[in-house]
């Protein structure tokens, strides 16, 4: 068995084998700062139809509340950023890069547990949790607390040297661990991510109105209809929106990810438009079989589709 001043070390060290990019780690504790910022949030309603987010709210704030004796919240990033010629064209109808490859669900929960499993046979006895958007927990927060970035204006995790596409998950244990802190905030003065959003989602610096997200109308709203009154405004996003993220200069530092299960299958980047149009259940199944798609689903994304090449404005005047 390690010794108690082994354990922070290793715990990183095997994150790091595992394939995540960097891990950090805080006091599980209740989240003050957030607390006011959630609720006033809410209040607002700018969690459009996500219900979902109203429950339990104070297990967002207080990991205690979700796992036994909580002490450490151990923060784990994951890249995604597939390389350049892997990725889609600007003329042809888009995805968010997170959904090229297999359901992250998957791939993270599988290294969450593998490296909870290694604490309990090097550590001892250790009680803990992993999560992977599978609960009320307030990721982005405990990973800037842990000191693995800050949260930029378009409210993603901005990590210096390596951007912000990444997935974040936790693992909250029940033993005491070294603790690192949190680092400055380095957006300054600009202002891109604002200027660039077609539906003005981020209404101000660090306030993203979720019920105006691309990403909110292409994959959480299950309507059978989007709302004609921002049509025209997805460019030609058909799941998820990564314009924010594109226009960060700290994406610049975006390196291709190494896990091979993030790869997309070889036939998406060359769908055309008129492809993506045409798609059928069965080429939808065989492209996206395990993807992050399914949480939208075949009818959902021909929705999407329809609304975004201005189909559905065609199906209502008929």
Same mark, same amino acid.
């Given at each position: 068995?390690?010794?108690?001043?082994?354990?922070t070390?290793?715990?990183?060290?095997?994150?790091?084998?595992?394939?995540?990019?960097?891990c950090?780690?805080?006091?599980?504790?209740?989240?003050?700062?957030?607390?006011?910022?959630?609720e006033?949030?809410?209040?607002?309603?700018?969690?459009?139809?996500?219900?979902?987010?109203?429950?339990?709210?104070?297990?967002?704030?207080?990991?205690?509340?979700? $796992? &036994? #004796?909580? +002490?450490?919240?151990?923060?784990?990033?994951?890249?995604y950023y597939?390389?350049?010629?892997? =990725?889609?064209?600007?003329?042809?109808?888009?995805?968010?890069?997170?959904?090229?490859?297999?359901?992250?669900?998957?791939v993270?929960?599988?290294?969450?547990?593998?490296?909870?499993?290694?604490?309990?046979?090097?550590?001892?006895?250790?009680g803990g949790?992993?999560?992977?958007?599978?609960?009320?927990?307030?990721?982005?927060?405990?990973?800037?607390?842990?000191?693995?970035?800050?949260?930029?204006?378009?409210?993603?995790?901005?990590?210096?040297?390596?951007?912000?596409?990444?997935?974040?998950?936790?693992?909250?244990?029940?033993?005491?661990l070294?603790?690192?802190?949190?680092?400055?905030?380095?957006?300054?003065?600009?202002?891109k991510?604002?200027?660039?959003?077609?539906?003005?989602?981020?209404?101000?610096?660090?306030? $993203? &109105? #979720?019920s +105006?997200?691309?990403?909110?109308?292409t994959?959480?709203?299950?309507?059978?209809?989007?709302? =004609?009154n921002?049509?025209?405004?997805?460019?030609?996003?058909?799941f998820?929106?990564?314009?924010?993220?594109?226009?960060?200069?700290?994406?610049?530092?975006?390196k291709?990810?190494?896990?091979a299960?993030?790869?997309p299958?070889?036939?998406?980047k060359?769908?055309?438009?008129s492809?993506?149009?045409?798609?059928?259940?069965?080429?939808?199944q065989a492209?996206?079989?395990?993807?992050?798609?399914?949480?939208?689903?075949?009818?959902?994304?021909?929705?999407?589709?329809?609304?975004v090449?201005?189909?559905?404005q065609?199906?209502?005047?008929?």
């Amino acid at each position: 068995m390690l010794l108690h001043a082994e354990w922070t070390p290793y715990i990183k060290r095997r994150a790091a084998e595992l394939g995540f990019m960097a891990c950090g780690i805080s006091r599980a504790e209740f989240l003050e700062e957030e607390a006011p910022r959630l609720e006033n949030w809410l209040k607002k309603g700018m969690h459009g139809k996500m219900a979902w987010m109203e429950n339990h709210f104070d297990k967002r704030l207080d990991p205690r509340l979700l $796992v &036994d #004796g909580a +002490k450490s919240v151990i923060s784990l990033l994951l890249n995604y950023y597939p390389p350049a010629e892997q =990725q889609q064209s600007d003329d042809t109808l888009k995805i968010s890069k997170y959904a090229y490859g297999r359901d992250y669900h998957f791939v993270i929960k599988d290294k969450l547990k593998t490296l909870l499993a290694d604490m309990q046979a090097n550590i001892g006895e250790v009680g803990g949790r992993c999560f992977v958007d599978s609960a009320p927990v307030l990721d982005k927060a405990w990973a800037k607390k842990s000191g693995l970035g800050w949260v930029g204006k378009n409210s993603n995790l901005i990590t210096p040297g390596a951007g912000s596409f990444f997935f974040i998950a936790e693992l909250i244990v029940d033993v005491e661990l070294e603790y690192d802190g949190a680092i400055r905030d380095y957006c300054g003065t600009c202002t891109k991510c604002l200027d660039a959003c077609p539906t003005q989602a981020i209404t101000e610096p660090y306030v $993203v &109105d #979720g019920s +105006k997200c691309i990403s909110y109308f292409t994959i959480e709203l299950k309507d059978q209809l989007i709302p =004609q009154n921002v049509a025209g405004q997805f460019g030609n996003w058909v799941f998820g929106c990564d314009i924010c993220q594109d226009v960060c200069p700290w994406n610049r530092f975006s390196k291709p990810t190494q896990e091979a299960q993030f790869q997309p299958h070889p036939e998406l980047k060359s769908l055309s438009a008129s492809d993506w149009q045409e798609i059928t259940h069965e080429v939808f199944q065989a492209l996206f079989k395990q993807s992050p798609l399914k949480r939208t689903g075949y009818e959902g994304l021909k929705r999407n589709i329809k609304f975004v090449t201005g189909q559905s404005q065609l199906d209502l005047g008929s």
